[in-house]
């Protein structure tokens, strides 16, 4: 005798494959871990803040340039006004582009991402967090 609790589920083919035999109880129960599989989802606003605040500042010089912290260091022992004049000089040669400063950014919040381990992909112009 068949009960509520039982629902019986037969192959589309018709064929002499066995049925499955999924309970009302087994339904329920993934019902109640969609609910709170849904609960932990995070709108776009608490993703993005979640990811600014672990930002850190960024010397862009510094990762583009490693000769950067070479020059940096000399500067903080030199003690001639000369020497350190022209170290000044030197730093201030390196610029730093836009475009290499979205490729740093990009890489940077990708490393954020894998931490958490999330995902992060573009789909029609805009970044989406999974």
């Given at each position: ?24 109880a087994?339904?329920?129960e ?80 990708l ?20």
């Open positions: 005798m068949e009960t509520k609790e039982n629902i019986f589920v037969e192959s589309r083919n018709n064929s002499t494959a066995p049925q499955s035999k999924i309970t009302l087994a339904i329920r993934e019902a109640k871990q969609l609910l709170v599989e849904q609960s932990k989802v995070k709108s776009n606003t608490d993703v993005l803040n979640i990811l600014l605040d672990d930002v850190q500042s960024i010397n862009f010089q510094e990762i583009i340039y490693s000769e950067i912290v070479e020059l940096k260091e000399r500067l903080s022992t030199e003690t001639d006004d000369e020497e350190r004049g022209k170290i000044i000089s030197d730093i201030k040669k390196y610029k730093v582009t836009d475009r290499q400063k979205y490729v740093v950014i990009i890489e940077e919040l490393r954020l991402a894998n931490e958490r381990q999330w995902g992060i992909c573009s789909r029609v112009r805009k970044i989406v967090t999974y």
